[in-house]
């Protein structure tokens, strides 16, 4: 058992910004099932990940949190890390993300916010008083960000992803970056 605390890696932006699909990317999969055992990122990597799936696009927020209490509670043992997307929602509706961060900022995880600042599917980048407002939730953890613009660019959007990969590796290697 390692008795480091164990990390959370959740990579979030603006809906529509590439996050469900930089994870499919990072692992080369469509589907991921957070009740089954933990999966390698890469066959050279000897970490495993759980991947909590993203809600449906309008799920209600207490819905998803409780999902993320189900699975992390699922796999309390494992020796793993786990890995989600959020959508930067900060609106008082039923979708906004507060209550999760409240969650995670109680929660012992070593936590890693990586921010996707470009959107995939527009030419939408991540306004500062959103960022401000992502920097006024996180109190435990860290925030990291991924600037790359990719707007419907295949080859961006790659070298983007890999950028993430690169930086989970250096985190799980113990080398950390200078954050937000």
Same mark, same amino acid.
């Given at each position: 058992?390692?008795?480091?605390?164990?990390? #959370?890696?959740?990579?979030?932006?603006?809906?529509?910004? &590439?996050?469900?699909?930089?994870?499919?990317?990072?692992?080369?999969?469509?589907?991921?099932?957070?009740?089954?055992?933990?999966?390698? #990122?890469?066959? &050279?990597?000897?970490?495993?990940?759980?991947? /909590?799936?993203?809600?449906?696009? $309008?799920?209600?927020?207490?819905?998803?949190?409780?999902? /993320?209490? +189900?699975?992390?509670? $699922?796999?309390?043992?494992?020796?793993?890390?786990?890995?989600?997307?959020?959508?930067?929602?900060?609106?008082? @509706?039923? #979708?906004?993300?507060?209550? /999760?961060?409240?969650?995670?900022?109680? @929660?012992?995880?070593?936590?890693? $916010? #990586?921010?996707?600042?470009?959107?995939?599917?527009?030419?939408?980048?991540?306004?500062?008083?959103?960022?401000?407002?992502l920097e006024l939730q996180v109190?435990? &953890? +860290? /925030?990291?960000?991924?600037?790359?613009?990719?707007?419907?660019?295949?080859?961006?959007?790659?070298?983007?992803?890999?950028?993430?990969?690169?930086?989970?590796?250096?985190?799980?290697? &113990?080398? +950390?970056?200078?954050?937000?």
């Open positions: 058992m390692n008795f480091y605390p164990r990390k #959370l890696f959740v990579v979030v932006g603006n809906p529509h910004s &590439g996050k469900t699909r930089t994870i499919q990317h990072l692992f080369q999969r469509k589907q991921f099932y957070a009740f089954k055992q933990p999966i390698k #990122l890469d066959a &050279g990597w000897l970490e495993k990940f759980i991947v /909590i799936n993203a809600p449906p696009p $309008y799920a209600v927020t207490e819905d998803h949190l409780q999902r /993320i209490k +189900s699975v992390i509670q $699922y796999h309390h043992a494992a020796d793993t890390s786990f890995l989600l997307n959020l959508s930067l929602i900060f609106d008082s @509706s039923m #979708l906004d993300v507060k209550k /999760i961060f409240t969650y995670f900022n109680q @929660s012992a995880f070593e936590i890693y $916010y #990586l921010v996707l600042t470009s959107s995939w599917l527009d030419k939408k980048i991540i306004c500062p008083a959103m960022l401000t407002q109190k435990n &953890g +860290s /925030i990291h960000m991924f600037d790359r613009l990719i707007t419907q660019s295949e080859l961006r959007f790659r070298e983007r992803v890999e950028e993430v990969k690169e930086f989970i590796r250096k985190i799980l290697d &113990g080398r +950390s970056e200078t954050t937000l």
